[in-house]
């Protein structure tokens, strides 16, 4: 029935929004691996073999979906061996219900296989756990190696996995002496990536994260924030759903402290694992904080997210059945809610609405600059004649720049012809104040954070 109901919000308007920015990421790594993504290629490899079966927006994101549906699979599987029937429907229904999983699954991104992965991960270390073998040790590495190659934070996930086993068997020396070479084995093969991801964090830290607000230590609503953004879609839903995000948080993590007491207190070992489970990466991720790689935001907590609801589902068998299952109706209707929510949603970025605007209009003498550059894959899909040119994000607008060189012919040769910039809101601000400083008036248009800056070059 749970897998029924996410299959059916899934593939429910799967290619009605826009693709954005990072979905054109996804598009550019298909033909070849950008730098950046070297450290996690298993998702645009797999991608890549994908295409064979079709190109549409549909067929690209129905992966993802198909990825979810696993996630759903093992989160139930984990939920029934922690403890019952009742608790793994609950966490899976959630988890379907969830409008950040359902945005994730819609995308044609790694989120969801890595969630896949993860669980697959997790539910195999539960196996071993509870008896060991040979066959489940080396299928726990083979997943363990492909969760990591999708997105390094899979390390978090070993991390909690070898403090749970110190922690709960210290006596089986024989399991310990194996998970430890196993672990030595993926740090190995994991030399590549690791250097990479030292990389990709000093890229980030000077050219993106500067610009956003990360959720300080010394914030009371950062850490919350977080974690309630990281399990519903807050994105364009105001301040009362930012309100909501926080007061889910809130929920979150005193189901996690309330787990970890009764663990502590009463050595009921499913409640330590599962509180341990989210703890243990989340205190990681704010130590990688603290030495500035600024991981802790939603979309990097988002694999915790089912660690999240099988803590509220444990936190909530707690209260006699009345509260109890007042509490799982409040949370299903709360979720229905944010899903309605999701489907009024325009999309994070319209560049479909802006392609297909300017594919309608009667204008021959026309070229076309994207910024950033790896938007063009997504214009193309949209507009296939369109004139494209590139930019790189990182690149520098100035007269010498990429902007300068673009207009230097047309600003030479006085030609009659249009220009057109399609930029996301940030960088048509830079487009503007350099227009503005040559006095080149333009007209701007906006298609959901996705501007259209259109100029006439007869008009100089």
């Given at each position: 029935m749970v897998l029924s109901v996410f299959l059916a919000l899934g593939l429910y308007h799967l290619d009605y929004r826009s693709m954005w920015v990072d979905e054109g990421l996804t598009l550019n790594n298909i033909a070849g691996l950008s730098r950046h993504d070297l450290f996690r290629p298993l998702y645009f490899l797999f991608v890549r073999l994908w295409t064979v079966g079709g190109k549409s927006i549909f067929y690209l994101r129905l992966s993802s979906v198909l990825f979810g549906l696993g996630s759903l699979t093992f989160l139930f599987l984990i939920g029934l061996r922690l403890k019952n029937l009742e608790l793994a429907l609950i966490s899976s229904l959630l988890y379907a219900l969830s409008s950040y999983h359902l945005e994730r699954a819609q995308e044609i991104r790694m989120y969801t296989m890595f969630s896949f992965l993860a669980l697959a991960e997790m539910y195999l270390f539960m196996l071993l756990r509870e008896r060991f073998s040979w066959k489940k040790f080396v299928v726990y590495w083979v997943i363990s190696f492909l969760c990591l190659a999708t997105d390094p934070l899979g390390a978090f996930l070993n991390l909690f996995q070898n403090f749970s086993l110190i922690i709960n068997h210290r006596k089986q020396r024989q399991f310990l002496k194996n998970t430890i070479l196993v672990e030595a084995g993926l740090i190995i093969l994991s030399i590549p990536w690791i250097l990479k991801i030292w990389g990709f964090s000093v890229y980030f830290q000077g050219k993106w994260i500067k610009h956003i607000k990360i959720p300080s230590l010394l914030d009371p609503t950062g850490l919350p924030g977080s974690i309630g953004r990281s399990m519903i879609l807050v994105t364009e839903y105001g301040k009362e759903?930012?309100?909501?995000?926080?007061?889910?948080?809130?929920?979150?993590?005193?189901?996690?402290?309330?787990?970890?007491?009764?663990?502590?207190?009463?050595?009921?070992?499913?409640?330590?694992f599962i509180a341990l489970w989210y703890l243990i990466p989340v205190l990681a991720m704010l130590t990688a904080g603290i030495f500035n790689f600024k991981l802790i935001f939603c979309r990097y907590l988002f694999f915790l997210a089912p660690a999240a609801y099988l803590n509220l589902s444990f936190f909530l068998s707690a209260f006699?059945?009345?509260?109890?299952?007042?509490?799982?109706?409040?949370?299903?209707?709360?979720?229905?809610?944010l899903l309605s929510q999701y489907y009024r949603?325009?999309?994070?970025?319209?560049?479909?609405?802006?392609?297909?605007?300017?594919a309608k209009e009667k204008k021959t003498e026309r070229r076309i600059l994207i910024y950033p550059k790896y938007a063009?894959?997504?214009?193309?899909?949209y507009y296939p004649e369109a004139s494209l040119e590139g930019v790189r994000a990182n690149e520098d607008f100035t007269n010498d720049g990429a902007l300068g060189n673009f207009l230097a012919p047309y600003l030479e040769n006085k030609q009659e012809t249009w220009i057109v910039f399609l930029t996301t809101s940030e960088g048509a601000q830079e487009i503007i104040h350099y227009l503005k400083?040559?006095?080149?008036?333009?007209?701007?248009?906006?298609?959901?954070?996705?501007?259209?800056?259109?100029?006439?070059?007869n008009s100089l």
């Open positions: 759903i930012d309100k909501l995000s926080f007061l889910i948080g809130m929920l979150i993590l005193v189901s996690l402290l309330y787990n970890a007491f009764i663990w502590l207190r009463r050595k009921e070992e499913a409640r330590g006699r059945p009345s509260f109890k299952y007042l509490g799982y109706a409040l949370l299903i209707v709360v979720s229905i809610f949603y325009p999309g994070e970025q319209d560049w479909k609405g802006a392609a297909l605007f300017l063009t894959s997504i214009v193309r899909y400083g040559r006095h080149l008036a333009a007209n701007e248009q906006t298609f959901q954070k996705v501007v259209l800056i259109k100029l006439k070059m």
